[in-house]
């Protein structure tokens, strides 16, 4: 379950964190057939640039805090502040963040920031 999504401006770089609470321990998880998988930019997040009207590919991302299933997704946008940020959102998405107890992925979702 999508708890919340926060973001944050560190020197430059825009950085998300999105918090969901997990049954069982969250981790990174190829789809099949995948081209490009986790960590060989098949990365699922992406974030929205107003000034070119473009999504922006995540840089990288990885789980920070598994008690609370914190994922912080890193990205360059030359300081413009992103107005929204997407899960999954691909036709097929090459990477998912699953639950270790159920097997399930996260649900893709966009995520629109005020």
């Known amino acids: 379950m999508l708890t919340d999504v926060t973001l944050n401006n560190v020197h430059g770089a825009w950085n998300v964190s999105v918090f969901v609470r997990p049954l069982g ?3 990174y998880h190829p789809t099949d057939f995948c081209s490009v998988c986790c960590g060989a930019g ?3 997040f992406e974030l929205f640039q107003n000034s070119t009207g473009k999504w922006i590919p995540a840089q990288s991302s990885q789980i920070t805090n598994e008690s609370q299933f914190e994922v912080t997704a890193a990205f360059a946008l030359n300081g413009e502040a992103p107005t929204a940020v997407r899960y999954a959102w691909a036709d097929f998405a090459e990477c998912v ?3 270790s107890s159920t097997q399930l992925p996260l649900v893709p979702f966009l995520w629109e920031f005020k």
């Open 25 to 27: 321990i969250p981790y």
């Open 42 to 44: 098949g990365d699922p």
């Open 97 to 99: 963040i699953s639950d």
